[in-house]
């Protein structure tokens, strides 16, 4: 149940809501978060962290391995499914229109899959079911060929024959998943950073659900909302930076516990466009 407090911050009229989404509302899904042991990533003898494979220098150091792990990545997330939190949100998208946006830090497709438009959908680390040119000669990402294996073992490699279909088709360079590495800067074309920021600048109400805020855009969107004042509701099964926020300013309000049992509470608690 929604206490009083939260039900005032939703029902009243409201400009632009914002919903930040991390990988906690995909893990209901059975995606799991960079956080828990599935993120390693075993090369040879050694273990990887996923802050350490998702990397423009890991990648160039060893290409086979970063594909290999993103076309496993890629996998689970084709088998997954939209759940409650998901569908919810499309709910607040045909609710609310053009007040609505969601800005998303998953790579796994879901929100589209579960019918949230791309206008109103900002991916600001990507979408693994994309790729773009390693040099950057393509205007936009472009899907993964149709030739590439859906399902992929945990530990099967790439083959050579394979890594021939991941070329540009343009300029014949390397392809590269279509993400944000963490040793990459976020930019407007690929990611719609600016117009994040500005979106912050201008939402009254931010809702954040399962992240960490362990990457600097969304952390961004944080700050600027709670200098502006705007109350935010956080909702995670655990304390994290976002709740902080919420700690020391007093506006707004953290909701411990999981996605699929409170982004659904929260859409039919706003009104109506
Ligand atoms: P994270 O893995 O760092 O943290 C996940 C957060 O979700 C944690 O705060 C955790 O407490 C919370 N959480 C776990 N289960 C939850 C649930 N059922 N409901 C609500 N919250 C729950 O993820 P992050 O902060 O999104 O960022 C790490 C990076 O990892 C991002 O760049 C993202 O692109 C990438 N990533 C994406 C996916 C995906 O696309 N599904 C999965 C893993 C990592």
């Excluded at 802050?51 to 890629?74: D, K, N």
């Excluded at 084709?78 to 790579?107: C, D, I, K, W």
């Excluded at 050579?160 to 390397?174: H, I, K, T």
Aim: proline share 7%.
């Amino acid at each position: 149940m929604l206490d009083d407090s939260v039900k005032q911050l939703l029902d009243r009229p409201h400009g632009l809501v914002l919903w930040l989404t991390g990988a906690g509302i995909s893990a209901e899904s059975g995606i799991p978060t960079f956080r828990g042991k599935e993120g390693y990533w075993r090369v040879g003898s050694r273990n990887y962290q996923p802050e350490e494979m998702a990397t423009w220098s890991s990648f160039q150091e060893m290409p086979e391995e970063v594909w290999a792990w993103y076309l496993y990545r890629r996998g689970v997330c084709r088998g997954a499914e939209p759940n409650a939190a998901h569908r919810a949100l499309v709910r607040a998208e045909q609710n609310s229109g053009e007040r609505f946006l969601l800005v998303t830090q998953n790579v796994d497709g879901l929100h589209l899959r579960a019918g949230n438009t791309l206008d109103r959908t900002f991916q600001i680390h990507g979408n693994i079911d994309f790729m773009r040119c390693s040099k950057e000669c393509l205007p936009a990402p472009i899907p993964m060929p149709d030739s590439i294996d859906v399902a992929w073992e945990k530990d099967r490699a790439i083959t050579q024959r394979e890594l021939e279909r991941l070329r540009c088709p343009s300029c014949g360079a390397m392809g590269r998943p279509h993400v944000l590495w963490f040793d990459e800067s976020y930019d407007e074309p690929n990611f719609r950073f600016q117009s994040s920021i500005e979106a912050a600048r201008h939402a009254s109400l931010v809702i954040v659900v399962g992240t960490t805020g362990a990457t600097s855009l969304p952390m961004h969107i944080g700050t600027i909302a709670s200098q502006r004042g705007v109350p935010m509701i956080v909702v995670n099964p655990e304390p994290n930076p976002f709740s902080a926020l919420v700690q020391r300013t007093g506006h707004g309000s953290f909701l411990f516990g999981t996605a699929g049992d409170w982004v659904p509470k929260l859409v039919d608690a706003l009104p109506l466009a």
